[in-house]
């Protein structure tokens, strides 16, 4: 596992891939669960996320109580600090703006359960994977075929474990929650 310099706390992936590793089209997500966008909301909010900027595009909007870091060449951008909207060049610069933005917005307690939550797409998935402590993932049971890919993740490296199965029916597919920690 890779670290970043005075970064001071852990960073997750969290995710939603189908069966064959894919998690988009790169414009939209290819289902809609929503009882994984409840747990997503549940895992990140009050913890800054870290995204690309064409996730971010396919949002819309700074999702609330969270700090919302886009990863972005473009200089045109600026940081609206009153939705908590930061925009940056480089991966460490985004994971040192996440530590900055907890630092600032909590108290020691609260500073021990923060997390800094890897968002997406498959660009930002695969810089920061090797950083990553854990992995919250859901699996779709659909087959894409095509679009973004997820990073393989070296089974080797982790110890997974299966939170809730959901079965299908006719407005989303079957799914399943994981939570992956990497082994020391």
Known sequence: MKKIKHNKFPIVTVAA???????????KLLWHLPNDLKRLKNITLGNP?????KTYDSIGKPL???AN???????????DLKTDKFFVKDFEK????ANKWIDKNFDKV???????????????????????????????????????YFPTINQ?????????????NEKYPSHSFWTYLRKK
């Open 64 to 66: 609330p109580g969270r």
């Open 94 to 97: 985004a994971i040192l703006k």
């Open 17 to 27: 891939i189908s069966d064959d590793f894919i998690i988009g089209d790169g414009n």
């Open 69 to 79: 870091i886009i990863l972005t060449n473009k200089n045109s951008n600026k940081d």
């Open 110 to 148: 609260q500073k021990q359960s923060k997390q800094i939550f890897i968002f997406g797409g498959g660009e930002i998935y695969k810089l920061a994977l090797d950083y990553c402590i854990k992995i919250e993932l859901t699996v779709v049971n659909v087959k894409c075929l095509n679009g973004v």
């Open 49 to 53: 996320i870290i995204m690309g900027r």
């Open 156 to 168: 080797q490296d982790w110890g997974k474990k299966l939170i809730q199965k959901v079965e299908g």
